[in-house]
């Protein structure tokens, strides 16, 4: 009979940082057609696994916000491409796993693909790994762990197997928005909000964090202004919709096209990510580029 041990064992061995698992009660509250049970009718439990972005990794954002932009390659490949490869390789062997195991299992990509018009993904890795005790949602609305802080990555499987939970994160707030704000203020388009919230329940407890406005966040993850590394400054309407999207990026300057599709999920912005406070070395190195 496989094992909550088995498990985390396997995630270690193929290179991951964190493992947690919840049993899928916890997540009832998720949106209908995204919740373990839609995308797996007997699904008891899910594993979610995550690995660490190199504090290098992160730095590279803020040199590129001081001037040198081709340093957001190396975010671009490793804080995105390589770790979801990683990610994405980890989860597959943990579901062939638990199915010779006699367990059916279901790994969810760690990112792409989504829903591109609803900016919807298929499961929330995020809300998973707070019900599996690894961290907690931040204002920026990013997943953190307490010693990484949002620079993390994360995956999902799940499985039919019944696998013991571990306990929901309750080890203190990591994300106090009475004594920090840099997320909101580093944000190049104002997306993040700073009183509009979403709250969500897990067992007993309720979670909230920023309802940012996703399209906002998108165009400048795109570099369709300057303050996020493009040439030019293309003012987004407000509302941004989809069509006036597609409009923009079809108005990017071409050589910027070709480095988004160079880069397999590209993003040219990340400061509210390499800016958060929360994490061992974060505060050291966030000074230095505020």
Request: net charge positive; proline share 7%; with cysteine.
């Amino acid at each position: 009979m496989v094992s909550s041990e088995d498990v985390r064992k396997l995630a270690f061995a193929k290179g991951m940082d964190y493992i947690g698992i919840t049993p899928v009660q916890r997540l009832k509250e998720a949106p209908a057609g995204h919740r373990p049970q839609d995308l797996l009718p007997q699904a008891k439990s899910v594993v979610v696994m995550g690995v660490r972005i190199g504090e290098g990794v992160a730095g590279a954002v803020k040199a590129a916000r001081g001037g040198l932009r081709h340093a957001v390659y190396s975010y671009m490949m490793y804080g995105f491409v390589v770790l979801n490869a990683e990610l994405n390789e980890a989860a597959h062997a943990l579901a062939r796993f638990l199915e010779k195991e006699g367990h059916m299992s279901l790994p969810i990509p760690a990112s792409p693909p989504f829903e591109q018009v609803k900016l919807e993904a298929a499961f929330s890795h995020r809300h998973a790994a707070v019900a599996a005790g690894l961290g907690e949602i931040g204002w920026h609305a990013n997943f953190m762990v307490p010693d990484a802080g949002p620079r993390v990555r994360l995956v999902s499987v799940l499985t039919e197997a019944s696998l013991e939970p571990d306990p929901v994160y309750a080890k203190g707030k990591l994300c106090d928005r009475s004594k920090c704000d840099i997320c909101i203020r580093i944000c190049p388009i104002q997306a993040i909000s700073p009183n509009k919230k979403v709250q969500f329940r897990i067992e007993d407890k309720t979670f909230e964090y920023s309802a940012n406005d996703k399209w906002r966040c998108r165009w400048a993850n795109r570099g369709l202004i300057k303050a996020a590394l493009g040439s030019k400054d293309i003012i987004p309407p407000d509302p941004i919709t989809p069509d006036s999207y597609l409009q923009a990026v079809s108005q990017q300057n071409p050589w910027e096209a070709r480095e988004i599709s160079s880069i397999t999920d590209a993003n040219f912005c990340g400061r509210c990510l390499a800016y958060c406070p929360v994490g061992k070395k974060a505060s050291t190195y966030t000074r230095s580029f505020l």
